[in-house]
Every structure is written in structure tokens, then in C-alpha cells.
């Protein structure tokens, strides 16, 4: 259930009560956003943090997949990444007239976070001589879609920004973190073992 089917007051308190999943309200093909805006449901805006909840369940499969991998300190950063793009997701899904100054959003830490991490994993790589291949293990690969789909996001993101007004931290963060998944990608395979197979190009 997205963000925008709850009101500013959820922010008082983390501890929703979510006792009904089915609303009938949308069933005109419009929805709400936090502050009780009614929109088209393919309006940028749905699109937008539909996408970071699309994003946000490929991400728990990585985490599961990290796991059966033994790889659980990666696990655990993802699952704060999961946080993070749960947060995000409420501030697309709210208009900035409508912001709670309790309501949970990205911050610079959370920029300085991802590249904290990058830079630490990136130290224990081999030097990339071509583009790598998603493959490998499956861990591997679902980081690859997140990154894909996190680029897809900001793209819709940066698009609405053109539109309306958009926290700008929002596009710092997707444009950091999908660089984030392709290191992940990479130290996923060092970590087991597993060989990176590189693009050959004009090889088909």
C-alpha cells in the first residue's frame, strides 16, 4: 500500500494501523496523495513514487538473496536503503504546500551514507578495464535491475521537477544510490567468488 493513501497525522506516529487494504476509492482510476489531493493515477507524480515502490521491492530481493549468500552486512544496508526510498516515496507522494514537519524525508546523510559505502567497497575491487555483464549469481543481477529501475525513477523524478516543485535531494539521492547498486553489484560477485564476465564489444 503506497504512501498516498494516508494523511499528514500518520507522522505524529510511526505506529499505523493498517486494518483495511481495499478502499473502493480508486476504482475511477484516481487516487489521493498524503494531503488529500485527488490525481489521475498515471498523473507524473503516481508515476514517480510508483516507481520508487517498484524499486523498493526489488531491493527486498536482494536482500534475500544477499543472505542466502551469507553476505549480511550488505543485507543490512539494503534493508536501510529500503527505509530511505520509503521515505522518499512520502515526500513524492506529497505536495510541498503540504510537507509535515514531522514527515520522515532523505537527507544529506543519507547522500554521504551511499558514498561512504561506495568508496570502502571500491577499495577492495579489481579495476574495471570494460563495462561488466549482469551475471554471476542472482544476487548479482537483482542489484543490476535496481539500478536500472532506480535510474528510471530519477529520470520520472527529474521530470517532475520540471513540473512542480521537487525536493532536489530526492534526484541527489536516486542519482547516488543507483551508482551505489552498481558497486554492490560488483562486490556481491568479489565476495563469493564469483567472476565478473566484461562486455566484448562488437562480440555477439
Known amino acids: 500500500m503506497g504512501p498516498s493513501t494516508r494523511s499528514p497525522e500518520m507522522f505524529h506516529d510511526p505506529k499505523v494501523a493498517i486494518n483495511r487494504v481495499y478502499t473502493r476509492t480508486g476504482d475511477a482510476g484516481q487516487t489521493r496523495l498524503v494531503g488529500g489531493q485527488k490525481v489521475e493515477k ?3 507524480r503516481i508515476e514517480a513514487y510508483g516507481t520508487v515502490d517498484e524499486l523498493n521491492a526489488f531491493v527486498g530481493a536482494a536482500v534475500d538473496s544477499c543472505r542466502e549468500l551469507s553476505q549480511d552486512e550488505l543485507a543490512d544496508v539494503l534493508v536501510r536503503v529500503q527505509h ?3 521515505n522518499l516515496g ?8 503540504d510537507m509535515h ?10 547522500v554521504l551514507a551511499l558514498e561512504q559505502d ?3 567497497r ?24 535496481c539500478r536500472t529501475i532506480c535510474r528510471r525513477a530519477e529520470r520520472l523524478v527529474v521530470r517532475l521537477a520540471r513540473e512542480q516543485e521537487v525536493d532536489p535531494l530526492t534526484v541527489t539521492y536516486l542519482n547516488r544510490l543507483s551508482d551505489a547498486f552498481f558497486v554492490w553489484s560488483r562486490a556481491v560477485n568479489h565476495v563469493a567468488g564469483k567472476s565478473e564476465t566484461l562486455w566484448r564489444p562488437n562480440e555477439a
Open 42 to 44: 498515471d498523473d507524473l
Open 84 to 86: 530511505a526510498l520509503f
Open 90 to 97: 512520502s515526500i513524492l507522494a506529497t505536495l510541498p504546500a
Open 101 to 110: 514537519p514531522q514527515q520522515p524525508r532523505v537527507r544529506e546523510g543519507d
Open 118 to 120: 561506495m568508496d570502502r
Open 122 to 145: 571500491n577499495e577492495a575491487l579489481p579495476t574495471l578495464r570494460s563495462f561488466v555483464l549482469p551475471g554471476g549469481s542472482r544476487a548479482n543481477v537483482e542489484l543490476h535491475q
